[in-house]
C-alpha cells in the first residue's frame, strides 16, 4: 500500500496543475488586480483582492472578488477530477489560492452577516484542508 492510500475509501486528494505566471508575477511586484485582469482564472490573484479589499474595510467588495476566486476554483477543482467533496491539501501549493478564496469567502459572508454561508464555507475549509483553516484562520 503506498503512503498516500486513504485507508478510509474516500476520495484522493486534488492537485491542482501548477500555474506558476500569476505567482511568479505577484512575486516580481505586480498588483494583485493586474495578475487578475492578465490571469482571470487565478484564484489567488482573486483571493488576494479580497484580502485587500478586507483590509481597508471593503467588505461587500472583498466578498464579491472573493466569490469570483472561489468559483475560479471550483471550476479549476472539477477539471482536476474532484467530484464535490475531498481533500484539497494546503501543502500542494497550488491548490492554496483556491483555499485562500474560499477562506476570504467565510470571512466576508460573515461579517456581512450571512451566517448560513458562513458557516458552510468554513466547514468547506476545514474538509478541504485542516492546516489550510488552521493557517488562515
Known sequence: MGIHENLLGGPAPTHLPDEAEPRELLAAGASAA???????????????????????????????????????GLDALRRSGWKGHGPVPWEHEPNRGFLRALHALARAAGAIGEQAEYERCSTFLRDSSETAAATLG
Open 34 to 72: 493586474e495578475v487578475a485582469a492578465k490571469f482571470p482564472t487565478s484564484s489567488l490573484a482573486w483571493a488576494l483582492l479580497a484580502d485587500e479589499a478586507y483590509e481597508r474595510g471593503s467588505v461587500v467588495e472583498s466578498y464579491a472578488y472573493a466569490r469570483t476566486g472561489y468559483h475560479r
